[in-house]
């Protein structure tokens, strides 16, 4: 004998499904309350490209780029970039020097570039380079 193929309409609880349709909506009333939109940025805070120095960018690097975490980096602190070659011949260049933070977050790291600073970093980037940011001391 064949199994019946025949599916057997399953209703949901009454209270199962509102507590569904409650727990939805609370995670949306979460999740669109912790964005944070323009009311919630400061603000004596300049745009960006007013911020920038004269005849320079804001070059955003994904963090995914660095060969290491950025930890305790904040707007306002400078670096300087070493570029690393792993393999047979291992070498390191510094490419980039006393490069402002304009910005960051968990993706991605704006800095104030010059033209050359900027083609170095993408230049080691693109040729398969570790690159290596290093936090200047303020002493």
Do not use: C, K, Y
Not at 24 to 49: C, E, F, Y
Request: aromatic share 4%; no cysteine; glycine share 8%.
């Amino acid at each position: 004998m064949l199994p019946a193929l025949t599916i057997r309409a399953r209703r949901i609880p009454r209270l199962r499904l509102l507590s569904g349709v409650a727990s939805a909506g609370l995670l949306a009333i979460g999740v669109l309350g912790s964005v944070p939109g323009p009311a919630d940025r400061p603000a004596h805070v300049a745009p960006l490209a007013q911020r920038l120095a004269p005849a320079s960018w804001g070059f955003a690097v994904p963090t995914t780029w660095f060969a290491v975490p950025l930890t305790d980096l904040h707007v306002g602190d400078r670096i300087d970039v070493l570029s690393l070659r792993a393999g047979e011949r291992p070498a390191a260049a510094a490419i980039a020097f006393d490069l402002e933070v304009m910005a960051i977050d968990e993706r991605s790291l704006v800095i104030n570039v010059s033209a050359g600073d900027a083609t170095a970093i993408a230049t080691a980037r693109a040729g398969g380079q570790l690159i290596v940011p290093l936090l200047r001391s303020t002493r």
